[in-house]
């Protein structure tokens, strides 16, 4: 079964601030998701990615398969960035999602 | 607005009802997902339906049903269940359940088992 780290688990910044989100994995994957997580439970997918690098507006998610290691950046910090980020993996076939505990990013005015 | 619906949004339950969760997808999807959400821990697969078949049951206690009658309809049963079960469950859906595909979660149903 795969273990899926994350850190920081809490995050306080000022807006404006550059950020970066870790995730660790134990086993080899064929996805990683970056999914983000408002206050009332909703979830949004971010991201996903196999390899290399993908970018949406001031988000932008690695990957290094060979490190089992992705990073979640979020440039120029806004406060409605404030949210749980939570990275997840997908082993290949009808699976579902195996997921990290989350980070808690808050970002002040 | 995912595309993916749940109701109720919230369900207050004593330890003898029996009671059900919904979930529908819009989205044309053959793949739909259970999760569970407990405070302070990490989200847990329930199960897994990929083309109306169950494909994945993550040893989950049998007090919790699942049924899917088609691909865009999903319901939980739950009957007898404890006050550890309270949490936030949340359905998912995915294009062909392949593993390399986005999911799309629902709202999610707040169940406080009491």
């Known amino acids: 079964k795969n273990e899926v780290e994350q850190s920081p688990q809490n995050l306080t910044a000022q807006e404006g601030e550059f950020i970066t989100i870790n995730c660790s994995y134990s086993v080899g994957i064929s996805a990683l998701h970056w999914l983000q997580q408002h206050p009332g439970g909703g979830i949004v997918s971010l991201f996903m990615l196999s390899s290399g690098k993908k970018k949406h507006g001031r988000l932008i998610a690695t990957i290094n398969i060979q490190e089992k290691h992705s990073s979640l950046h979020i440039t120029a910090s806004h406060p409605r960035d404030s949210a749980v980020y939570i990275c997840a993996v997908s082993g290949g076939g009808a699976d579902g999602l195996t997921f990290g505990k989350g980070t808690h990013l808050i970002i002040q005015p | 607005e995912t595309g993916v619906t749940q109701t109720p949004r919230h369900l207050v339950m004593g330890m003898t009802n029996k009671k059900s969760l919904k979930c529908e997808q819009h989205l044309g999807h053959n793949a739909m997902y259970w999760y569970k959400q407990s405070a302070k821990k990490p989200l847990e697969l329930m199960f897994v339906?990929?083309?109306?078949?169950?494909?994945e049951n993550n040893s989950v206690p049998s007090r919790f049903s699942p049924e899917c009658p088609n691909s865009s309809h999903l319901f939980l049963h739950l009957h007898t269940l404890q006050p550890e079960d309270s949490a936030l469950y949340l359905c998912?859906?995915?294009?062909?359940?392949?593993?390399?595909?986005?999911?799309?979660f629902g709202p999610g149903t707040r169940l406080l088992v009491l």
């Open positions: 339906y990929n083309f109306k078949e169950q494909t």
């Open positions: 998912a859906s995915s294009q062909d359940g392949a593993g390399r595909e986005t999911q799309y």
